[in-house]
Every structure is written in structure tokens, then in C-alpha cells.
């Protein structure tokens, strides 16, 4: 066995696989876009001074009274349907209560054993070596309307409560309308649950964009999910004790949070041990996931009916009505672009498999062509994402930029070596493409009396390679062409430079 930085033993994945059955359980909660709260009149902005955005109501101080936000039940419904789930004809929110620093309540508004959705599925497919692809169906238990809590900051050297100097605690987000949608235990998927969790939540992510209710930004949380793990005996059929790894918030976390807390399971239960049913946090630098408190059950909540708010009961009408606006199923939109933009099955599931279909999408429709824009999508801002230790779409770069810079490359303004150069200037903030590559200097030189200049100093410096050319082996120009573009900083036209080489050498 092996060790973490945090010193619990790890069990051999292959071992993992051999002993035991994993079941996944995923919550993703996501943060509606309404310019409201969920019960109150305050702004959503993300970003604003702490505690700035805040009244009586979202701050739980006596005689405040709630009022439902209309817009976050038809977000609701809508992510309800567009998940194949059945709508409710009377729901009603419940008091889910226990106390911490970022709850002003000591209550959260939400819904319990009357969601607004249940009994749905969303089918995932899971790429394969031979590139067809394999389905999974996640089902969905319910989808629920909520309130969003506050958030604690804890001020010392490790970032936690535990070692803390002092902790002090933002209320903005208290308030903030949430979808909580919960899948139903998933089983049989030994070992591709890392990748099924990750698809199934890179695919939800797809649908929430799709529809419109959520910017679904992983790295500002507006997305996250809590991932529930547990092992049993191989065939036994059962399902273990699990632990719930909370606000995992990028898409390569989900898939190594599961492959993390089943190795640490496994450890646990081939050592004679039990696994304990608590929430974990999910450290990104080291991949591990250190202990948060215990996990409680629904009935340690003590939930009962919200009393200061009325039932909600959607009509048949307006329920058909929001059918029509769902948008197109993310399995068959995909199906379409690749036919559309002439893609093979490898090339469509590594853009798929890198979160950049919504990116290269966007950056075709700001006029680059589908080969263009994936390629540095899925190359070189892939690898500085990767570097970074981040999303594509938090990278910092926009599908309009990425067009734009192509369209220097096509023009001939620049070439791709300089074009990485300009990626660099976008992502440390210096402004448009074209400002970066007028303030760097990196537009191709095309002036003739430089390049003829500079044409003649190649010559002079390689007399034997001059010869050869002029003795008709024509393939020889290619040192000095790479004399040239040396000299001139990569920034010369390489096809002027072939010309001039051989007019000279002729």
C-alpha cells in the first residue's frame, strides 16, 4: 500500500477492483442566475464587498417574511424536465435545520420529501479505446429548489477551522437560489465510475448552460457537486457506508475525488476497519480528502413544513409551455456539430473529454473554422489550463479572442509561433489580440529591404549551403529560411523569405 500527505494508506487500484463494488452517488447543486434572491429582494452579483448584499429576510432576523422567486421555480421546472423527470402538481418547501456560522437561520429553506422534480435519468456516454463510446444511465431521484448559504473564511495558514486565527463569515451568498439534483445510487460501474462521474457531471453542466438559469462556473461555484462513495464486497449485492466528499468544483476533481475515496475504502475495509459516514473535504494540491464532520441523516434535520410560505403548485399549461423552450438533448447536439463540422469520433470525444465543446462551438461562431478552433482549444490553451491546474473556460481566454488571433494567422499578420506569444499577452491581461500584438512588436515583417537584408546575412554566414542550393538542391533553403526567421525574431514572412532565397541563389 501506499501513503498520502495525509498519511491514510491507499489500496492499489487494481486491488480495489478485484475486492469490491463501488456505488457513486452525486449531488450537484447549482446556483440559479436570477437578479434576485431566493425569497428576498437582493442582488445576485457575484463578487460584491461582503455582506453588502443583504436584507432582514436573507439575514433570518425575527418578523422577516419570505416571498418565493417565480423565476427560480421555472428554472426549477425547466432543469426538471430537460432531465426526463416528472414535474409536481403541489410541492412545498421544508425547514432543514442545524446550526453553523454560515447559516443566519439556523435553519435552511428548502425542499425534503416534496421535491419539484423527481424520477428522471440523463443518459452519459463514456468514451472507449475503440472511440464508439459506451451509455450510461444515471437516474435522477429528484431535483429541489433551495437557498444557498452563507460563506465562512478562516483566516491562518491552512485555510480550514482547524489551526484558524480567526473566522469571519460573507452573508452575500445566503439566499442565492439553488438547484440541488441528486442521482440515485449508481452501480455496476467498477471501474469507470471515476470517468462516469466526471461524464455525468461535464454533461449536466452542458444542459445547465444549454438552458440558460446558470452561468455554471465551476471555479466561482456556481456549480459544484458533492460526490458519495461507497465499496461493498465484491457481488454481494449490498451497498456500503459512504462518505460524501463536498463542493468538488472542477471536472478532473470529480473523476480523482472517486478514484481517491475508493482506493482510501478500500485500504479501510482490507485492513479490518469500517468506514465512517461523514463529509470529506477535497484538497486539490495534494488529490487527497481529509475529514469534515460526521454525516448526519434526513431525520437528524428534523425537517417540517415551511410555515411562512405557500404550496407551489405549477399548472399543467404553464409546465407544457416551459417544455417548449427546453433546448436541443446535449447527446444529440453533439452528434450534430460533429457531423457539421466534419469531426472524427477520437477528435469529438477529446473535445468533449476537455470541456471545450461549449469553447470551440463559440469560437467557430466568432468566424474560425472547426479544425482552428480546436486546435488551440485542445493544444496549447489545454496545456496552459493544465499547467495552471484549472478549466478551459476559467482560463481567461474567450472563444472571441481565439478567433480573433486566427484570423491574424490567416491573414499572415502573424503565424502560429507568434500566435502563442499573443495567448501569453491575453492571459497576463494586456488587452485585445491586436493590442498584444502591437504592444510586443509581433507582426510579421514583411518590408523587403529588411528581408532582403536579412536574406543576404544568411547567405554570407552559410556559403556551403548557398552552394548547394545553387547547385539545384532546392531542400537546402530550408537552413537558411531558418537563418532568416532566427534573425528576425520568428517574425518574418517565412514564404517571402523562401522566395527571396532562391531568386538570390538561382
Known amino acids: 500500500m501506499t501513503t498520502t500527505s495525509a498519511r491514510e494508506a491507499l489500496m492499489p487500484w487494481d486491488d480495489v477492483l478485484a475486492s469490491y463494488d463501488p456505488a457513486l452517488g452525486l449531488e450537484v447543486h447549482v446556483e440559479l442566475s436570477t437578479a434576485s434572491k431566493m425569497f428576498c429582494g437582493c442582488p445576485t452579483e457575484f463578487g460584491a464587498e461582503p455582506n453588502t448584499q443583504v436584507c432582514p429576510t436573507c439575514l433570518g432576523l425575527p418578523g422577516a417574511m419570505p416571498v418565493v422567486n417565480g ?23 421544508a425547514r432543514k435545520n442545524y446550526f453553523y456560522p454560515d447559516m443566519p437561520k439556523n435553519f435552511q429553506t428548502s425542499q425534503y420529501d416534496e421535491p419539484i422534480a423527481f424520477e428522471g435519468f440523463m443518459d452519459v456516454t463514456v468514451p472507449t479505446e475503440d472511440g464508439e463510446g459506451e451509455t450510461f444511465r444515471v437516474e435522477i431521484e429528484r431535483a429541489h429548489m433551495e437557498e444557498d448559504t452563507g460563506k465562512s473564511l478562516h483566516v491562518g495558514t491552512s485555510g480550514r477551522i482547524h489551526g484558524a486565527d480567526y473566522s469571519l463569515v460573507d452573508y452575500n451568498r445566503a439566499g442565492i437560489p439553488l438547484i440541488e439534483i441528486v442521482t440515485k445510487p449508481i452501480v455496476g460501474a467498477g471501474e469507470r465510475a471515476p470517468e462516469i462521474a466526471r461524464a455525468y457531471v461535464a454533461q449536466l453542466r452542458e444542459l445547465i448552460i444549454a438552458l440558460g438559469v446558470s452561468d455554471a462556473r465551476m471555479d466561482q461555484g456556481s456549480i459544484r457537486a458533492d460526490v458519495n462513495l461507497s465499496l461493498s464486497p465484491k457481488g454481494s449485492g449490498t451497498l456500503g457506508t459512504r462518505t460524501e466528499t463536498k463542493n468538488v468544483n472542477s471536472l478532473r476533481s470529480v473523476e480523482r475525488a472517486v478514484r481517491h475515496e475508493m482506493q482510501r475504502h478500500g485500504a479501510i475495509l482490507a485492513g479490518g476497519g469500517s468506514i465512517l459516514q461523514e463529509t470529506r473535504h477535497w484538497h486539490e494540491d495534494t488529490g487527497v480528502t481529509t475529514s469534515g464532520r460526521e454525516k448526519s441523516d434526513a431525520e437528524d434535520y428534523r425537517y417540517f413544513p415551511e410555515p411562512d410560505l405557500v404550496p407551489v403548485a405549477p399548472s399543467r399549461q404553464w409546465v407544457e409551455e416551459l417544455r417548449g423552450t427546453l433546448p436541443e438533448n446535449p447527446t444529440q447536439k453533439r452528434a450534430r456539430l460533429q457531423a457539421e463540422w466534419g469531426f472524427s469520433d477520437l477528435e469529438m470525444r477529446d473535445t468533449v473529454g476537455a470541456g471545450a465543446l461549449g469553447l470551440v462551438e463559440e469560437t467557430i461562431a466568432a468566424g474560425a473554422s472547426p479544425q482552428a478552433a480546436r486546435k488551440w482549444w485542445l493544444s496549447e490553451l489545454a496545456r496552459r489550463a493544465n499547467e495552471a491546474g484549472t478549466e478551459l473556460s476559467a482560463l481567461g481566454v474567450s472563444p472571441v479572442d481565439v478567433a480573433r488571433v486566427q484570423v491574424l494567422v490567416d491573414s499572415g499578420a502573424i503565424n502560429d509561433k507568434l500566435a502563442r506569444q499573443v495567448f501569453d499577452g491575453l492571459l497576463a491581461g494586456e488587452g485585445t489580440p491586436d493590442e498584444v500584438v502591437e504592444k510586443r512588436g509581433l507582426a510579421i515583417v514583411s518590408d523587403e529591404g529588411a528581408l532582403s537584408t536579412a536574406v543576404d546575412n544568411a547567405i ?42 532562391l531568386e538570390k541563389l538561382s
Do not use: H, S, T
Not at 460 to 467: E, G, L, S, T, Y
Not at 470 to 487: P, Q, S, T, W
Not at 495 to 501: Q, S
Open 71 to 93: 423565476k427560480a421555480v421555472e428554472a426549477a421546472i425547466r432543469i426538471g424536465l430537460a432531465l426526463n423527470c416528472e414535474i409536481a402538481e403541489w410541492c412545498r418547501f
Open 460 to 501: 554570407a554566414a552559410n556559403p556551403d549551403v548557398a552552394d548547394k542550393i545553387r547547385d539545384g538542391k532546392v531542400a537546402a533553403a530550408g537552413a537558411l529560411i531558418g537563418a532568416v526567421m532566427k534573425e528576425m525574431r520568428g517574425q518574418a514572412d517565412a514564404a517571402r523569405v523562401r522566395e527571396l532565397v
